[in-house]
């Protein structure tokens, strides 16, 4: 089958791998029909994170079943699916008081274990969601990144009828303008320094957009907030520069939520380090998208939504590419070549 290899930094590969085969009672073979490129992809990538040399990538993706081990009920030959590409031990303490996301031994297919930039991947039977019929390949590709995002919003206090702001309008920012909304937020403010990509945070239902290269982001939200600042901000540029200046968005008492995860160090200018401290900020961390039972509702309830349409993935799509484009597509990426949202590849085509 075709896929995509990784074997060292910035040298991935397309290649002939072999199938995969039913080994144990539970497993699940699944025939990609999209698949997504995820920043941490791109860091890994760039020799950001650990992985086996050689190793196919890639874990955002859906596709249909082809075939089931012999302990497997509920699902069959044929179902389309997406599935949680996460796997934790379920043995550490963490696991046991049900904190699935905090696992000492967390990881995902694309490092370890064989990844979905293939034609086909394999996962145990209790990672696989099913797909209600209105949810089509393209969208259940973004499950996994919706539900991280998901497993942020549910780490806080939000309550309906608060006002947001989103920090970064990457995909990650673009489904949490969504998630807000769901949570109930009354107004969402998009950041960003890139005016198209504030232009599909409004058409994903952003209220407020702000360029912060014209005026620091803070004073923009200030204007808009009678001086009061957002209920909670949500950090999703994984910058080092956004990860100090969100700090001075929200209101006194309010949240951070950090989703985006910035690869260098961070350094914290006094005024914004400041409104943790004057402003009684609560910051909160958000890892991955696993609660417990196992995977969680942020899968389930990711499903729910872009079934409803409430979570609408198809303006951030911005490349659908062939498989074999992937050497030059993560070149561009990490060399700023072209402007890009979200990608998705297919493994079938041609």
Same mark, same amino acid.
């Given at each position: ?24 009672? =539970?497993?699940?073979?699944? $025939? ?10 791109? %860091? ?34 044929? =179902? ?10 379920? !043995? ?9 996301? $905090? ?67 990457? %995909? ?19 950041? =960003? ?48 520069? !956004? ?26 200018? $006094? ?10 900020? $609560? ?7 696993? %609660? ?15 079934? !409803? ?8 799509? %911005?490349?659908?590419? =062939? ?28």
């Amino acid at each position: 089958m075709r896929s995509l290899n990784l074997y060292g930094k910035q040298d991935i590969r397309v290649e002939e791998s072999a199938e995969p085969i039913i080994e144990h009672a =539970d497993d699940v073979i699944i $025939r990609v029909k999209a698949v997504g490129i995820c920043g941490s992809d791109i %860091s890994r990538y760039k020799k950001l994170g650990p992985y086996v040399e050689g190793m196919t990538f890639g874990h955002e993706f859906s596709g249909v079943v082809t075939a089931v081990g012999t302990g497997v009920e509920g699902i069959e030959a044929g =179902d389309r699916v997406t599935a949680c590409p996460t796997f934790c031990c379920g !043995t550490c303490e963490n696991c046991q008081k049900g904190e699935p996301s $905090r696992c000492e031994n967390l990881h995902v297919i694309g490092a370890y274990r064989p990844g979905a930039y293939a034609e086909y991947v394999k996962l145990p039977a209790e990672h696989i969601i099913p797909l209600p019929d209105n949810v089509d390949y393209d969208t259940a590709a973004l499950v996994e990144p919706s539900s991280v995002v998901a497993h942020g919003f549910y780490r806080t206090s939000i309550q309906p009828g608060a006002e947001v702001a989103i920090m970064g309008c990457g %995909s990650i920012g673009l489904l949490a303008v969504q998630w807000a909304k769901i949570f109930g937020a009354k107004k969402v403010y998009a950041i =960003d320094i890139d005016d198209a990509k504030l232009e599909v945070a409004k058409e994903v239902g952003a209220d407020v957009l702000i360029n912060s290269m014209e005026k620091p982001a803070h004073e923009q939200i200030q204007e808009h907030t009678n001086g009061q600042g957002v209920d909670l901000a949500v950090e999703s540029a994984g910058s080092p520069v !956004t990860s100090a200046q969100v700090f001075a968005l929200p209101k006194k008492g309010g949240e951070v939520v950090f989703m985006g995860i910035p690869y260098a160090d961070i350094t914290i200018e $006094r005024f914004y380090f400041e409104r943790i401290v004057r402003n009684e900020l $609560r910051v909160l961390g958000s890892w991955n998208a696993l %609660s417990s039972p196992f995977p969680g509702k942020e899968w389930t309830s990711t499903v729910h939504y872009m079934s !409803t349409g409430q979570i609408n993935v198809k303006p951030m799509i %911005s490349h659908r590419l =062939d498989l074999r484009e992937g050497p030059e597509t993560f070149d561009n990426l990490i060399n700023g070549k072209g402007s890009y949202v979200k990608v998705l590849f297919y493994p079938e085509v041609g």
